[in-house]
């Protein structure tokens, strides 16, 4: 009965998971995110799908962008529904499709038994916006149309149950009948009904084309483990592209975490070095007493503890690259060394006086200002120069965030596999809420996220906004947003001054004092705090102002 499924929509509250957020633009049904379209304008794109690919290819497009809908809403109602009478979840499915406002569902008959992954039902449809889009452009024909609902049902059952369920319109008002009929149930092996057709081929080959032209212009997916295609990112990839061929010394900025030795190792692969050895070596990890020995190696008995002689790094990268990262950690006995083996090609093992020639690149790496390490005598002038005639910034996650969804999907790939618990991804919730953050870790705090999202996801479900456990609310709702030294920014006062008229400073500064005022209500101390200025520095403006 449609009055059951009305019931069943009643009690899950299904209404109450339905939000609009007008001020970003947004509407969601619990986490994902829909969109409110004009039956009008949806009809019309479906007819010009059937006038300019045929009838059968655009039944296949319409068939599958359906079955994504009832796969996605089959993830809504297994959030929904911990546990609960198998059948009464399941027809939250048909209550969804009411509520989007695709069609009203009546159950006619229904056989479930999800242990035994068994399904077989009838339903009818009554008031569908396809057959009565179909029918105003095309008329009364002799065959079923309702194909985008068709692959609803398909997608929404077999996600639900985790096998492959068909479903046939055995009446369709497209054909004259009174009411659509549709009748499904589980199938072996794979239907034909999602397999691509001729289509996807031809949009795959023009796919491979546009790859060739992007990479001919030099903006393509950057192979391997370099991961983007934001401008800041392809900006730094450029430079080392460019370096790659060479044997200069390359010395790469950035903060924590923004990937700097999978920056190296590409170079190190890309380079004629590729088949010698890459060693990476971080300075800030190794003892200050130890790190001349790792480096250059030692004679047996050089220091206490050095147990036989041995090869330091720069020895077991000869032919190869040397990838010194953190180098603004290294203590200043050991730069001394380190110049002189940029210098001379040659390196002193601890408590030998015989030189060794090595063949060595160097690619170092810091997050710390090394001009200003120069500046405060800790870091060798010399030596900086040395390192410094190629240097290359990395941007941080939050200068990339349109490289954020690409870091997802190759992170959680290797993840799922790590960890044998696939995923489906992310909840669009999910993904804004990534985009939105500032990532102080950066990359590494992206995969520490994601990881977590992993564990804590159903197996085979999307990882959703509880599963992410970042400190910030979703920023849809707030408009406020957490900046790498752990201060909520707001984002609409960064709008407010986007939209300052112009860029008289005095008028500006006017508004802004007007507007911290006004928030603080009146309080010149609390004004003088949200515009980061002191209590003498706001006084002052204000007295200038004769406030
Ligand atoms: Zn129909």
């Known amino acids: 009965m449609s009055q059951a499924i009305e019931e069943r929509a009643k009690a899950n509250e299904l209404w109450s998971k339905l939000r609009f957020d007008p001020s970003t633009g947004s509407v969601w049904l619990d986490e994902q995110r829909m969109l409110l379209l004009h039956t009008g304008s949806l009809g019309a794109l479906r007819a010009e799908l059937i006038r300019s690919l045929g009838e059968e290819r655009a039944a296949g497009l319409l068939l599958r962008m359906g079955y994504h809908s009832g796969v ?53 449809w009554r008031n569908g916006w396809e057959a009565k889009a179909h029918i105003s452009e095309f008329g009364v024909g002799d065959h079923a149309a309702c194909w985008n609902q068709i692959g609803y049902a398909t997608g929404y059952v077999s996600a639900f149950l985790g096998r492959r369920v068909r479903f046939e319109e055995t009446e369709c008002r497209c054909k004259g009948d009174e009411t659509c009929r549709i009748v499904g149930r589980t199938v072996e092996g794979e239907s034909e009904d999602l397999a691509p057709d001729d289509i996807a081929g031809e949009i795959d080959a023009m796919a491979e084309e546009i790859h060739t032209l992007r990479t001919r212009l030099g903006t393509h997916r950057a192979p391997e483990n370099l991961v983007g295609q934001s401008p800041a990112f392809l900006k730094s990839y450029r430079l080392l592209e460019r370096a790659a061929d060479s044997a200069i010394t390359v010395l790469l900025l950035g903060e924590t975490g923004v990937g700097k030795e999978v920056f190296a190792q590409w170079l190190h692969d890309h380079s004629p070095r590729r088949d010698k050895p890459f060693v990476a070596v971080n300075c800030g990890a190794i ?63 601890l408590g030998s006086d015989r030189p060794q020639k090595v063949d060595v690149r160097l690619i170092a790496a810091t997050n710390v200002d090394l001009a200003q390490a120069v500046a405060d005598g800790k870091f060798r002038a010399d030596l900086f120069y040395r390192l410094n005639p190629y240097p290359i910034d990395i941007p941080p996650l939050r200068d990339r965030a349109s490289d954020i969804p690409l870091f997802v999907e190759f992170l959680l790939e290797r993840m799922s596999a790590r960890h044998g618990r696939p995923v489906r991804g992310l909840s669009d919730k999910a993904m804004e809420m990534l ?106 403006r204000l007295k200038a102002r004769n406030y």
Do not use: C
């Not at 996605?72 to 989007?100: K, S, T, W």
């Not at 508004?511 to 515009?531: F, I, Q, S, T």
């Open 72 to 124: 996605q809403d089959a993830e809504i109602a297994r959030r929904l529904v911990g546990d609960g009478n198998y059948e009464d979840v399941f027809l939250i499915g048909p209550a969804l499709h009411q509520l989007e406002g695709v069609v009203e569902v009546e159950t006619v008959s229904l056989d479930l038994d999800v242990e035994a992954g068994h399904f077989a039902g009838e339903f009818l």
């Open 287 to 349: 003892p200050h007493d130890l790190i001349e020995s790792e480096l250059f190696g030692a004679e047996a008995g050089a220091f206490t503890g050095a147990q036989g002689s041995r090869a330091g790094r720069f020895a077991r990268a000869d032919g190869g690259t040397l990838f010194l990262d953190e180098i603004g950690d290294l203590p200043y006995p050991a730069q001394v060394k380190l110049l002189r083996a940029l210098q001379t090609g040659e390196i002193d093992r």
């Open 435 to 540: 985009r939105a953050y500032d990532w102080p870790g950066n990359i590494r705090e992206l995969e520490n996220v994601l990881e977590r999202g992993v564990m804590l996801a159903e197996p085979g479900g999307v990882i959703d906004v509880d599963a992410l456990s970042l400190p910030v609310p979703p920023a849809p709702q707030s408009g406020m947003r957490l900046t790498r030294d752990g201060q909520v920014k707001d984002r609409k006062a960064d709008d407010m001054v986007r939209a300052m008229p112009d860029l008289d400073l005095a008028a500006n500064e006017a508004r802004l004092l007007d507007e911290a005022l006004r928030r603080a209500g009146g309080d010149v101390a609390e004004a003088a705090k949200l515009l980061g200025l002191t209590r003498r520095q706001i006084d002052y």
